[in-house]
């Protein structure tokens, strides 16, 4: 999982294929089922299959400056 974007969200790349933008980990799943694997969410947020960037499973949006 990279980083969120600019805009919002975290790119979703599966053996080096980006399959698209996810805005939450229902969305993540669903990448992950459409890839041939299934999960739950909460297996998501733990699972050592996923390599969270930068930031954890409760990041989304895009980080603010002030």
Same mark, same amino acid.
């Given at each position: 999982m990279?980083? $969120?974007s600019p805009t919002g969200g975290r790119r979703v790349r599966v053996d080096g294929e980006i399959l698209g933008l996810a805005h939450d980990l229902r969305d993540l799943v669903e990448f992950l089922r459409r890839a041939g694997l299934e999960m739950e969410p909460e297996q998501v947020a733990d699972s050592p299959l996923i390599d969270w960037r930068g930031v954890? $499973?409760?990041?989304w949006?895009?980080?603010t400056r002030t």
């Open positions: 990279h980083l $969120p954890g $499973p409760d990041r949006e895009a980080e």
